[in-house]
């Protein structure tokens, strides 16, 4: 079982069209790729500037909401013994 | 006579100083320094910070016992030390503070009901994680659905050969910080994410805010970990898609 797993996970993928790019650039950007895949996906990027150019607005995409996230508001103070009293309360 | 002296004294002064070189060398002082410097560089702290974690763990087994116990104070400390954490997830799955504080209460309601059904199997903190994830995934669902988004219109798509459908595909990735400002970005993003289904909506949030690995989220959600990466990969290329129009280019 776990040597079937393996082989599975250290399958190389074909990269020879942009659609198998595109499926697989969350796999390159947090490098859960084989060497023989990613060789291959960087092959393809190096003749495909359509490729790069995806690549580059999709990490782009991950900043955007990245920082949209950094930008929640954070609580008022007092909230926190506030919503305290409140579960007290309840509990009560 | 008076070089003679003074080349006595000399003499003796270094003798002294070769003694007392001799002295330091394998008085304690000198070998506690020598084995300070064969540790290696961190070791130190990594063992201050084993012992924190220890000490932490403990503390967390204590609290543990007295909320099982239904000990107010136990309960009122555990609510202070994650409070923030809570309430910050909760903002980022409903989007405004009232809803937040919904789930907080009810997340922390719960867990003083349930700690007995609390197995140890994995960290509390943990538990506590799992539940805030469900409880605002639930209220997420419950939301009145707004007008349907149609997703594939945002989705690259290729032709018969595999090669991306408009070409050339525009690197927009410098521009967007010139073109909108980062108010306008951020709405957009907002609204995006507000698109998403509750499902998408939260691998988003878990992989992108709360930085947890796929198996984490798979665990959290009850779901396979390529369900995840596909989940999550699919939203991204439809915030991808979202934000290219938005600019005037096409999403492929």
């Known amino acids: ?91 009560n | 006579m008076i ?64 909320i099982k116990a239904g000990d107010q104070k136990s309960f009122e400390v555990f609510f202070d030390r994650y409070f923030s954490k809570v309430y910050s997830l909760a903002f980022k799955f409903l989007g405004n503070a009232a809803d937040a504080e919904d789930i907080v209460q009810e997340v922390f309601l719960l867990v003083y009901k349930k700690a007995n059904t609390f197995k140890g199997r994995s960290q509390f903190s943990t538990w506590l994680y799992r539940i805030t994830v469900n409880t605002a995934l639930a209220r997420l669902r419950q939301r009145k659905k707004e007008d349907k988004v149609f997703v594939e219109e945002y989705m690259p798509k290729f032709n018969n050969d595999g090669y991306h459908f408009v070409r050339p595909v525009v690197d927009w990735s410098q521009d967007v910080d010139k073109i909108v400002t980062n108010k306008q970005l951020l709405n957009i993003v907002k609204n995006t994410i507000d698109q998403l289904q509750p499902l998408d909506k939260a691998v988003v949030i878990l992989s992108d805010f709360e930085e947890r690995t796929n198996r984490e989220i798979a665990t959290a959600l009850g779901l396979s970990v390529q369900a995840v990466k596909a989940r999550l990969h699919r939203a991204r290329l439809f915030l991808r898609g979202k934000l290219a129009v938005h600019l005037g280019h096409s999403p492929t």
């Open chain 1, 1 to 91: 079982m776990v040597k079937k797993m393996t082989s599975k996970r250290s399958r190389s993928k074909k990269v020879e069209t942009c659609k198998q790019a595109t499926s697989l650039i969350m796999d390159y950007l947090t490098g859960e790729m084989n060497s023989m895949t990613k060789r291959a996906f960087e092959e393809h990027l190096s003749f495909c500037p359509d490729c790069i150019a995806f690549l580059r607005t999709y990490k782009k995409t991950i900043q955007a909401v990245q920082s949209f996230f950094d930008t929640i508001p954070l609580k008022k103070k007092g909230f926190q013994q506030t919503l305290k009293r409140k579960l007290k309360k309840k509990i």
């Open chain 2, 3 to 66: 070089i003679i002296a003074s080349l006595t004294t000399t003499v003796a002064f270094i003798k002294y100083l070769i003694y007392f070189s001799i002295f330091f060398r394998f008085s304690s002082f000198g070998y506690t320094r020598e084995v300070k410097l064969k540790t290696k560089p961190g070791a130190g702290f990594k063992q201050i910070t084993k012992t924190k974690e220890k000490l932490a763990e403990k503390n967390e087994q204590i609290l543990i016992k007295g």
